[in-house]
């Protein structure tokens, strides 16, 4: 079974003056179609570091990184922009919305870089935003809209392309716990009632809940890698696969 | 046409479509982000409009005056050559009010190579007609020697009307006169001009010249006896025989009057005192200086829009630092180098654009308001040529300035890697 992203043997290293910091350590991870996956780490752990690899926002210092059996560690930035526009959709913990446009352009902008025609692209995007119950705030502003509104535009931003894999990187670790719960359920239902393939960066034990495969990382390495239950939820071609960790 | 090429067509025809929507949606981020900066975006962009006002005002009225004198100087056939009084270096003794005196007209008119003189003379003069006034230009000359010189060599015609007899109080009006001067004007009805009555006999086409088109023309003798002035003339015309060169015999005419001018008053014959011109001497003379003022002209706006253009750059680049995140995000979302340097390109082509847009319109009224200033005070008679070729020339000079201006920041921007750019605060 192939993963969806593998990181093979991955270092990420920086440098500060003189001296060299590796970020990352040896990272082997592959993240399964159709997983929901919870990256967790403190503060320094380097989680955010692998959520931007993962998201092939940057590129490793050392090791490979497949997407769908591709090796992806040496595209140019252009190659890089391109997967990521088609396959990865991202929520950040700042939402990340562009001030000056409406949540339909922001929900629009996607598909702009991925040259969709001007027709569909309205229609999908309001279909994206009536589906996040933001039907009737697609002229507003991101400056004229709650925190929770907000990542739901996000949200729906993160699905204009279709992507193969949506990274939300402290989804909601700006907002109070009960528009953090509703964002939570919005992802849990796309992964439940699509399959789609989600991975969370959090240090919230209480986010981690929502999914069953735990990925734990501390100073740069990955210290553990689980299933709440030995059953991996996913199926394809008909058969349902039993994962030991 | 195979499946597959058909289907390769669809997909770049659709592609380009699509980067075509693109580009709509790019103006749209970036009219978006100046508007954002409403007085930040006026201030960059006033450096191009300095520069487009200086080439749209001063180009204007500098081809508009061109075309006026050439105008004019189409007028006068080939075989034509013009006489004033003065030099045309020395520009006192063109405006001194000198005349040609009656023995300066015969002696043009005995110079070998000229076949008639007509004598010109003029002055501004009040008419009233149906109780109204205006200025004209009353321009007299001897219809009897010379009504078939202006009908045949300097292109006058008759919209209505007659020519008029020699030596009677008769006027032709030019079409200025009769179409907006005195709308109610008719042939046949009567004005008056310093006390005296005069039947407009006819009504002239217009000659292309606004001067002229606003003449009123009268006998050389009334108008002698009208103003008081019996002998001289402000200017002559020669007509040249036939074989004749018209450069030789101008040098010719020249040589006599100013021989005769130093027989009498003792000059040095290097003082020249009298203006000749061929019409072709003429047209290189405008072309040469107007071509002279015009190069400068341009010369000074060109250093105001750079100016203006290194003040684009500069908020460019600003603009760009404000918004290192906001690329980030783009470039997460999936925007290529390519897009990113095409948006911010865009915007500083924009701030051109609205630069050269402002200077053009600055330019024009401008160039309108010292064009109907001087219809009311008929020193000088000037229509600013705005032509579509120098508008359009403006606008995408300022859009080109903005963008090459944007080049630099818009790259930089492009390069930032998204990581870092994600992480900016």
């Known amino acids: ?245 | 046409m195979k499946a597959g090429d058909k289907k390769s067509v669809f997909m770049a025809l659709s592609k380009l479509g699509g980067i075509s929507n693109g580009v709509k949606e790019y103006f749209k981020i970036a009219i978006k982000s100046i508007a954002r900066r409403r007085v930040r975006s006026w201030l960059t962009t006033i450096g191009i409009v300095i520069g487009v006002f200086l080439i749209v005002s001063l180009l204007s009225l500098s081809q508009g005056l061109k075309n006026a004198v050439l105008n004019q100087l189409n007028m006068i056939g080939k075989d034509l050559i013009m006489i004033m009084p003065g030099d045309i270096s020395n520009f006192t003794s063109l405006v001194s009010g000198d005349e040609l005196s009656d023995e300066d007209i015969k002696i043009i008119e005995q110079t070998e190579g000229v076949a008639k003189v007509v004598s010109i003379d003029y002055t501004s003069v009040v008419m009233r007609y149906n109780n109204q006034k205006k200025t004209v230009l009353l321009y007299a000359t001897d219809w009897r020697r010379g009504l078939d010189v202006f009908k045949n060599d300097v292109g006058w015609s008759l919209a209505d009307g007659r020519w008029p007899a020699p030596q009677k109080n008769e006027i032709i009006v030019g079409s200025i006169v009769a179409s907006e001067m005195f709308p109610s004007l008719r042939v046949g009805t009567e004005a008056v001009i310093k006390g005296r009555k005069f039947i407009i006999v006819g009504i002239l086409n217009s000659v292309g010249s606004k001067q002229d088109d606003s003449m009123v023309g009268i006998d050389s003798n009334i108008f002698a006896s009208l103003t008081g002035e019996r002998t001289g003339a402000k200017q002559a015309m020669a007509k040249l025989k036939a074989g004749y060169f018209p450069d030789v015999v101008a040098e010719k005419i020249k040589s006599n009057l100013n021989e005769n001018r130093k027989r009498q008053m003792g000059q040095k014959e290097t003082d020249s005192s009298y203006t000749v011109l061929t019409s072709e001497k003429v047209m290189s003379i405008v072309g040469n200086i107007l071509g002279i003022i015009q190069a400068v002209i341009i010369g000074f706006a060109s250093i105001a829009i750079i100016v203006g253009g290194i003040g684009i750059m500069n908020t460019m680049y600003t603009s760009v630092t404000e918004r290192i995140k906001e690329i980030g995000i783009m470039k997460a979302i999936g925007a290529k180098n390519k897009t990113i340097t095409t948006i911010f390109l865009i915007e500083s082509g924009i701030f051109g654009m609205l630069g050269g847009l402002g200077g053009t319109l600055l330019g024009v009224l401008l160039a309108k308001a010292i064009e109907i200033y001087f219809q009311v005070h008929p020193l000088f008679y000037i229509k600013a040529d705005v032509s579509p070729q120098l508008i359009l020339f403006s606008l995408t000079f300022s859009f080109l300035v903005g963008c090459i201006s944007g080049y630099f920041p818009a790259r930089s921007a492009a390069k930032l890697k998204p990581v870092d750019a994600l992480r900016y605060e």
């Open chain 1, 1 to 245: 079974m192939e993963p969806l992203i593998k990181l093979e043997n991955v270092w990420k290293k920086y440098k500060l003056g003189e001296t060299e910091v590796s970020v990352l350590k040896e990272i082997n991870l592959d993240i399964q179609p159709g997983t929901f996956a919870t990256i967790m780490g403190p503060s320094g752990s380097g989680k955010s570091t692998l959520m931007y690899l993962l998201g092939l926002l940057d590129i490793p210092s050392e090791g490979k990184i497949y997407m769908r059996g591709q090796d992806v560690s040496e595209f140019s930035e252009d190659k890089l922009a391109e997967l990521r526009g088609e396959k990865i959709g991202f929520i950040f913990q700042q939402f990340n919305l562009l001030q000056n446009l409406t949540a339909l352009e922001n929900v629009m902008l996607p598909m702009i870089f991925q040259q969709v025609p001007e027709a569909e692209r309205k229609d999908k995007a309001m279909k994206l935003l009536e589906s996040v119950n933001l039907g009737k705030r697609i002229n507003h502003k991101p400056s004229e809209m709650s925190g929770g509104e907000q990542q739901r535009i996000a949200i729906a931003r993160s699905l204009a392309n279709n992507p193969e894999i949506l990274i939300a990187d402290e989804p909601t670790g700006n907002l109070d716990s009960t528009t953090g719960k509703m964002v939570m359920e919005i992802l849990t239902k796309l992964h439940r009632e699509q399959n789609k393939t989600i991975v969370v960066v959090t240090h919230d034990p209480n986010i981690a809940h929502y999914s069953r495969n735990i990925i734990h990382i501390q100073d740069g390495l990955i210290v553990a890698n689980h299933f709440k239950n030995e059953e991996v939820l996913w199926a394809e071609n008909g058969k349902t696969n039993l994962k030991n960790v």
